[in-house]
């Protein structure tokens, strides 16, 4: 069952409460706005939580949306392949870092994928993996590396992604567009706290979302209309606090 939007805040929030050894007691309840209230008997703290993920890349496309369009592709492939009645497999595919799939294409790519596994399906509790030698667009779309095959036995078949990407270390810019984004918020919250927060997440589980803050990226002063600002690693789980001046 997938996590609601809510359901996925509070973790990170729990989370980042583990990595903060500041962080105060007391009782975390769910808000709109502010996204949390902890209340610690004494003063109550409004905290704003948002996630960070990487900029368009040089050819103007946006990493989220692209991992989009390879789960919807990966979708299609295993709807084609489970139509053809040949044996489960899992399989994983390795996109290169940048890929033109749409909805127009779409079926032109799963059905080259799909043929490409059929083709080279493992033998019964065997692994193959196939490596593109970028020699036969047709064949073997350039935007795939590698496909790797798995014939287990299993129940059904699964499609799934290798999970590589760049990590970024740099993304002072990034950063600040996030928390420009929330500063704005902070007029309209009603006087119900004392203090608000911002909480910045980094996810690190696709390629859209891998950071890893430089010294230059953690010292830096961001602008900012709260009164304090977090940075949330949620690969190291290590937890920051920014060094923020005033926003007006």
Not at 34 to 54: A, N, V
Request: glycine share 6%.
């Amino acid at each position: 069952m997938q996590l609601t939007k809510k359901e996925i805040e509070a973790y990170y929030l729990k989370r980042f409460s583990q990595s903060i050894e500041s962080f105060p007691k007391g009782n975390i309840i769910p808000s709109e706005s502010p996204d949390f209230i902890l209340d610690t008997g004494e003063y109550k703290i409004g905290i704003e939580i948002t996630r960070i993920y990487k900029s368009a890349n040089f050819r103007g496309t946006n990493p989220q949306v692209q991992e989009n369009e390879q789960n919807l592709l990966r979708a299609e492939c295993k709807k084609i392949y489970d139509e053809m009645g040949l044996p489960n497999v899992e399989v994983h595919i390795l996109f290169n870092s940048f890929t033109s799939f749409n909805k127009k294409n779409r079926r032109e790519y799963a059905n080259k994928i799909v043929q490409l596994v059929s083709m080279n399906l493992p033998p019964s509790r065997g692994v193959h993996r196939i490596v593109n030698d970028y020699k036969n667009v047709n064949t073997f779309p350039f935007e795939i590396d590698s496909i790797t095959i798995y014939r287990f036995g299993y129940n059904k078949s699964f499609w799934g992604e290798s999970g590589v990407g760049f990590v970024q270390q740099h993304f002072i810019n990034e950063l600040q567009e996030v928390i420009d984004k929330k500063n704005i918020l902070v007029s309209s919250y009603t006087n119900c706290c004392a203090y608000y927060w911002l909480l910045v997440v980094i996810e690190g589980l696709r390629d859209s979302s891998f950071f890893d803050p430089s010294a230059e990226t953690l010292n830096h002063s961001y602008k900012s209309n709260f009164n304090k600002v977090f940075l949330y690693n949620g690969f190291s789980e290590k937890g920051h606090e920014l060094k923020i001046v005033s926003a007006d």
